[in-house]
């Protein structure tokens, strides 16, 4: 009995992640599809004011994934990460560079390194969840059996491959939606049009992918594929289908409430929808959940440290997304926004006319006619 409520505490867990964690990698994949220079400067303006705040804390659900898997099941965890290190240690390279790349693409001066930074973001944010999600095909075909070593087999087949994409376009969607708010919360227009597009492309991307797993599913992991046809798995397809629409039209609505809401359960659906089809299999069909528990006294244990979780860690994170959600961190000023739209006017000042570009750090004087590099001794007229 206790082995089932914290292989549910678990899937809760990765539930989690997939929406708080995916809606930053969304975050990054329209950061590397937003364009040059130029044309990228407001998307990714935005984009650097709506993670700055929260993006450390999702990992904490990875953190706690881990966590379960090792003290709870570790039969599951040793044949996850012996099957499949290959592309958990490329989806682990990709945290940190896309953590670093994230850091360190504001604080750098020179803009090649601002680039070099923006490009580790940005495709660390496209490889990680592609990565990820090839490992969950893998479990879900049930191709990493206890004593599996690492191959290819485990993790590049069509289930694994169809997953990874899966992941990459939720999160796609994820980070459209919430930036789409975010738009329009930092009364920014053109910016609510654009993402709303994004997202709607992004949903019926997702909806075709559903369909295409649902046929692949059939044949490469029937055991999954009669869970999602069937019985509660059935139940929770349809609830995310029924989130669909209520965030396709949301987003065609010309406030938008609620849609973020819509948008993550969505995910959450059609992540519980995957772990009731695999019941009662941690990997179907060779490990069972009772099979893979570990002692007793672990699960005694993580029990309570979920409980505790539950009651302390979880409210206060759930504050910290309540806070960042209605711009009580890190308010967007409507300087900042204007310094980065096309063809305004610069604001009138009775003394200075020269300001200061927020994203190259390059000082621009109207009535010199000219651009000023300012570097760490003042500065530095290019001429």
Not at 302 to 324: E, I, K, N, Q, S
Not at 328 to 349: F, I, M, N, Y
Request: charge should be neutral; charged fraction near 15%.
């Amino acid at each position: 009995m206790i082995a089932a409520v914290i292989a549910v505490a678990l899937l809760l867990a990765v539930a989690a992640y997939a929406c708080a964690g995916g809606t930053d990698y969304g975050a990054g994949f329209w950061d590397l599809t937003a364009g040059g220079a130029e044309r990228g400067k407001r998307p990714r303006w935005l984009i650097d004011h709506a993670m700055a705040p929260v993006w450390e804390v999702n990992n904490v659900w990875l953190v706690f994934i881990f966590v379960i898997m090792w003290t709870g099941f570790p039969i599951l965890f040793q044949t996850v990460f012996s099957a499949m290190w290959v592309p958990l240690a490329l989806a682990a390279i990709g945290l940190v560079l896309r953590g670093a790349g994230f850091a360190l693409r504001k604080p750098i001066r020179r803009i090649a390194g601002r680039r070099l930074y923006g490009a580790a973001f940005a495709l660390s944010s496209l490889l990680t969840p592609f990565f990820l999600g090839a490992a969950v095909g893998g479990i879900a075909s049930g191709r990493a059996v206890p004593g599996t070593e690492a191959s290819a087999h485990a993790w590049a087949n069509p289930t694994s491959v169809l997953f990874g994409l899966i992941a990459i376009v939720s999160t796609a969607f994820l980070g459209a939606v919430f930036l789409a708010a975010d738009a329009a919360r930092f009364d920014a227009p053109d910016l609510v049009g654009y993402f709303r597009r994004r997202a709607l492309g992004s949903l019926v991307a997702l909806a075709v992918l559903a369909g295409i797993m649902l046929t692949v599913t059939r044949s490469d992991a029937p055991h999954v594929w009669h869970g999602l046809t069937h019985g509660v798995g059935l139940g929770l397809v349809v609830l995310a289908g029924v989130c669909s629409l209520a965030t396709g039209l949301l987003l065609l609505c010309r406030s938008g409430a609620w849609s973020r809401l819509a948008a993550v359960g969505v995910v959450a659906a059609a992540v519980l929808a995957w772990g009731a089809a695999q019941r009662p299999y941690l990997i179907p069909t060779s490990l069972t959940v009772a099979e893979g528990a570990g002692p007793p006294s672990s699960l005694r244990w993580v029990g309570l440290v979920t409980l505790v979780a539950a009651v302390v860690v979880c409210p206060a994170v759930a504050f910290l997304y309540w806070l960042d959600t209605h711009g009580e961190l890190e308010p967007l000023s409507d300087a900042d926004l204007h310094r980065t739209e096309p063809g305004r006017d610069d604001p009138p000042g009775p003394c200075r006319t020269d300001r200061k570009d927020p994203v190259h750090g390059v000082t621009t004087d109207p009535g010199h006619g000219g651009t000023t590099d300012s570097g760490p001794d003042g500065p530095r007229d290019p001429g």
